[in-house]
Nanobody
């Protein structure tokens, strides 16, 4: 089992920045592909970013490309999401997720690829 705990959410004005963190515990972290997703009220959970096991490959949703950066520290069992130039449409609950067995080539945007999920952290961007 893997436990994921997100932190770093909050209220920020448009144009501001936030850094989300996800701490993993329970099993070895470094073999896992990690992803960030978000879900706004009344909408489906959508892909934000993903990072490969060693951090050499990253993938981003078009809506956040150039503004968000995903990173990981396998020694500390953490994955982070630096969010800059935030927009009101970025408002959502943000979740981190872990895929322990998949290949990077799989569809990283598919929620079913990820076996473990955190409880989420709220990000609210005011206009």
């Amino acid at each position: 089992q893997v436990q994921l705990v997100e932190s770093g959410g909050g209220l920020v004005q448009a144009g501001g920045s936030l850094k989300l963190s996800c701490a993993a515990s329970g099993r070895r972290f470094s073999p896992y592909i990690m992803g960030w997703f978000r879900q706004a009220p009344g909408k489906e959970r959508q892909f934000v970013a993903a990072i490969s096991r060693a951090g050499g490959y990253k993938s981003y949703a078009d809506s956040v490309k150039g503004r968000f950066t995903i990173s990981r520290d396998n020694a500390k069992n953490t994955v982070s999401l630096q969010m800059n130039s935030l927009k009101p449409e970025d408002t959502a609950v943000y979740y981190c997720a872990a895929d322990p067995a998949g290949l990077w080539e799989y569809n990283r945007r598919d929620t079913s690829q990820y076996d473990y999920w955190g409880q989420g952290t709220q990000v609210t961007v005011s206009s």
